[in-house]
């Protein structure tokens, strides 16, 4: 249940109250209506028609890629249950996301796999991941919102031996596009937290998929985070191709030999 559905509950069972006279019933909506639009996701940011959202999940994680979505969301788009993926069960997530896709303008997703991140580290594959999703959509954006405090666009053009290149003409197109960072811009925008969910449950296919692979480490339910029994895993069987080598793996070794 999310803050809203709560505030309009618990006003509501307020105003069954016999004895609220009608001083406190008028101060009693107007603090309604206040906590109301503080918990409400925002629209858009700009008057921009294709204004896009974009997020990113997994990028604490020991193993599988970091997953980038990218979402342009038509006016007066709402959804009740729409909030930052972190907040939300998997089964909200999972409820949301077709609706999500179906109501979309464009979006798109990208997986980063390990071996890239081992290579341009976890900061440069997550905003890559962004990029991508970007440059994956039917539709040119007016302007990007991004959660986070960092550019979108700070490094574009990372040149990798083991993942895509972006042409000269697709940096350009990037460039051209005036774009924001916004400090919890999931839990704030509507485009952001729907990105976030589409990156989070696609990530979770992903996982449950190579999980059927490699059982042992459990990556159906902790989705390749650094949960005690996921490191417990390493720690009995080694690392796998999925495993990220650039990250401390086990708390308890600055370096690892996995041979």
Request: contains cysteine; proline residues 4%.
């Amino acid at each position: 249940m999310n803050c809203v559905k709560i505030i309009d509950e618990f006003f509501e069972t307020l105003q069954q109250i016999p004895l609220i006279d009608t001083f406190f019933s008028n101060r009693l909506r107007k603090n309604y209506i206040f906590l109301h639009i503080a918990f409400m996701l925002i629209n858009k940011l700009t008057e921009f028609p294709t204004e896009c959202g974009t997020d990113e999940a997994g990028r604490g994680c020991l193993a599988g890629p970091v997953t980038a979505a990218a979402v342009i969301l038509p006016e007066n788009f709402y959804i009740e249950e729409l909030n930052d993926s972190k907040q939300l069960s998997e089964k909200i997530r999972e409820k949301l996301k077709p609706i999500i896709e179906n109501k979309a303008l464009t979006f798109a997703f990208t997986h980063i796999y390990s071996r890239e991140i081992d290579e341009i580290n976890i900061l440069n594959a997550s905003m890559k991941a962004m990029q991508e999703s970007i440059l994956k959509l039917s539709i040119k954006p007016d302007f990007i919102i991004v959660d986070g405090n960092r550019p979108i666009f700070s490094k574009l053009g990372i040149k990798t031996l083991s993942g895509y290149n972006f042409s000269t003409e697709e940096i350009e197109y990037l460039k051209s596009i005036p774009n924001q960072s916004i400090i919890k811009g999931d839990s704030k925008f509507m485009s952001i937290a729907a990105a976030s969910i589409l990156a989070k449950t696609y990530r979770d296919e992903y996982m449950n998929k190579i999980h059927e692979e490699f059982p042992m480490y459990n990556w159906k339910k902790n989705k390749g985070y650094p949960t005690n029994e996921h490191r417990e895993a390493i720690k009995k069987y080694g690392t796998t191709k999925y495993h990220r080598m650039s990250f401390r793996l086990l708390p308890e070794q600055l370096s690892l030999d996995f041979d």
